[in-house]
């Protein structure tokens, strides 16, 4: 499976914005889907998740309410949709992705066995 992210860039303090993952190589409505994010000095961090086919969405507390993780499968393509922006959501982010996934380690990197290359969200004040 390759995926592809883009979409990132230069925002202002509560704007919005929109990344995009497409997949490739293996049907993307069978795979778990998430977003992880990376500021440096940190580990990376668990932003959402979409299982197979779109049925349930999870999301980090600190952007529950502002971002919305969604799936198009006829375009094999994964979105995350970024309202009211802050400043500490600046940081690169990742497409993740798995053909099976346990549900109490779905925050976990470990769990995720293919990943795109990030795409460098910046929020200026």
């Known amino acids: 499976v390759q995926l592809q992210a883009s979409g990132g860039g230069l925002v202002q303090v509560g704007g919005s914005r929109r990344l995009s993952c497409a997949a490739s190589?293996?049907?993307?409505?069978?795979?778990?889907m998430a977003w992880f994010r990376h500021t440096p000095g940190k580990e990376r961090e668990f932003v959402a998740l979409s299982t197979p086919r779109g049925g349930r969405t999870y999301y980090s507390d600190s952007v529950k309410g502002r971002f919305t993780i969604s799936r198009d499968n006829a375009a094999n393509t994964v979105y995350l949709q970024m309202n009211s922006l802050k400043p500490e959501d600046t940081a690169v982010y990742f497409c993740?992705?798995?053909?099976?996934?346990?549900?109490?380690?779905?925050?976990?990197?470990?769990?995720?066995?293919?990943w795109g290359q990030g795409t460098q969200v910046t929020v200026s004040s």
């Open positions: 993740a992705a798995g053909a099976g996934l346990i549900m109490s380690s779905y925050g976990s990197t470990y769990a995720y066995a293919y």
């Open positions: 190589g293996r049907t993307e409505s069978r795979l778990y």
